[in-house]
T-cell receptor, first 114, second 115 residues
């Protein structure tokens, strides 16, 4: 199993630009999570999907952030426009909900907004 | 809402010595508890989890943790640390189904191993 795949691994962009982070969950998993890790706030849940449907997006910081899951094998997290305070590591995780499973994390995308 | 406190930001341990990392949680019902480890530049790897049953759980890499409901704690232990254990350790709590509605993490404990 390839595990959770995230791309890109590193992204450097300028303030005001659009940023798209991508995630491929583990095959067969039905839940997908986006987390953000910063020094100040630690690891925070941004949004999660179950069976491709967004269930809870209360962690999304503001309207500049959006996430989609068009199918079971792909999700995106978009920031438009980006700001320096969005600089963080963004993790995607997936799990098989309802099977006493646990979340498996991808390697993360390190985003730097200049 | 649930919360997790890891009181120690940094811990330094000599190689071969024992280790205990503290974790306290706040949650009204029976929690699902986890310990993850993060090496520099890497994602999070699950060390162990507690869902129910035996309150002493064994994990990978020789780690164990004990759930103490009366103390709202889930401390991580290892009898003898190796230099490769140097990393960031996160305790997390989930409310339902193993964290199916997301995990709440502590701020982490940075483990330093002295030769």
């Amino acid at each position: 199993d390839a595990g959770v795949i995230q791309s890109p691994r590193h992204e450097v962009t300028e303030m005001g630009q659009e940023v798209t982070l991508r995630c491929k969950p583990i095959s067969g998993h039905n839940s997908l999570f986006w987390y953000r890790q910063t020094m100040m706030r630690g690891l925070e849940l941004l949004i999660y999907f179950n069976n491709n449907v967004p269930i809870d997006d209360s962690g999304m910081p503001e309207d500049r952030f959006s996430a989609k899951m068009p199918n079971a094998s792909f999700s995106t997290l978009k920031i438009q426009p980006s700001e320096p305070r969005d600089s963080a590591v963004y993790f995607c995780a997936s799990m098989l909900a309802g099977a006493a499973d646990t979340q498996y994390f991808g390697p993360g995308t390190r985003l730097t907004v200049l | 809402a649930q919360s997790v406190t890891q009181p120690d930001i940094h811990i330094t341990v000599s190689e071969g010595a024992s280790l205990e990392l503290r974790c306290n949680y706040s949650y009204g019902a029976t929690p699902y508890l986890f310990w993850y480890v993060q090496s520099p530049g890497q994602g999070l790897q699950l060390l162990l989890k507690y869902f129910s049953g035996d309150t002493l759980v064994q994990g990978i890499k020789g780690f164990e943790a004990e759930f103490k409901r009366s103390q709202s704690s889930f401390n991580l232990r290892k009898p003898s640390v190796h230099w490769s254990d140097a990393a960031e350790y996160f305790c997390a709590v989930g409310a339902t189904g193993g964290g199916a509605d997301g995990l709440t993490f502590g701020k982490g404990t940075h483990l330093i191993i002295q030769p």
